[in-house]
């Protein structure tokens, strides 16, 4: 069974700090990993997929690396604003399983 | 285009009462899936779809029931509410069930 980990539960950073968050996984053998952001009270906004073949993905400020053969995943904030500020989940794809698990979440407060 | 609706918003139901949560996607998607959110946990998946008509259970399907009568929409039905059903519900959609999920607002349900 996929076990998603996220560590750690919650992060605080001054504004304008790059920081790193991390996401662990069990079962290697994943089709994509995504991570995803949620506001308080709101649902969950995609923010970035990586396919299992590639290493990462970037959008604007923020970059996404996968090791597929550690089980792990990282997304890279750079400059933190507090409009960052949120809970960020990661959720990996099993094709075996023909789900998404997703990890706890790591809650970002950046403050000004 | 309004992607994922959910309602109501939020619900207080008494143990043993039974209601509808509505889920309707506007994005021609196949899959469709239910998940609740516990208080700083991540999302446990309750039931899926992969295309009308077609349903099947998820990790956490106990006390539920779905439907789907229609591409567009995917009801979650509770029946005899129990206290450990207070949770955040999440209905999401994608047009692979390996591609991009899209989520609802959610509906916050308290059972007392």
């Known amino acids: 069974k996929q076990e998603v980990t996220q560590i750690p539960a919650a992060l605080s950073v001054p504004e304008g700090e790059n920081l790193v968050l991390n996401c662990s996984f069990t079962?290697?053998?994943?089709?994509?990993l995504q991570w995803f952001r949620q506001d308080p009270g709101k649902g969950l906004t995609s923010l970035l997929l990586?396919?299992?073949?590639?290493r990462e993905q970037t959008s604007g400020r923020l970059n996404a690396s996968l090791d597929k053969s550690s089980g792990r995943s990282t997304l890279y904030i750079a400059a933190s604003q507090p409009g960052d500020s949120a809970t960020y989940l990661c959720a990996v794809y099993n094709t075996n399983a023909g789900k998404s698990t997703f990890g706890d979440g790591t809650t970002l407060t950046v403050k000004p | 285009n309004a992607g994922v609706t959910q309602t109501p918003k939020f619900r207080i139901l008494k143990i043993g009462q039974s209601m509808t949560l509505q889920c309707t996607q506007d994005?021609?998607?196949?899959?469709m899936y239910w998940y609740r959110q516990d208080p700083g946990m991540g999302l446990k998946l309750i039931y899926y779809?992969?295309?009308?008509?077609?349903?099947d259970k998820g990790e956490v399907p106990n006390g539920y029931n779905v439907s789907r009568s229609t591409t567009e929409d995917f009801p979650l039905r509770l029946e005899l509410a129990a206290p450990s059903q207070t949770s955040v519900y999440f209905c999401?959609?994608?047009?692979?069930?390996?591609?991009?999920?899209?989520f609802g607002p959610g509906t916050r349900l308290l059972v007392l």
């Open positions: 994005m021609n998607h196949n899959y």
């Open positions: 990586i396919q299992s073949s590639q």
């Open positions: 079962d290697s053998a994943i089709y994509n």
């Open positions: 999401a959609s994608s047009r692979q069930d390996q591609e991009t999920q899209y």
């Open positions: 779809s992969v295309g009308a008509g077609i349903t």
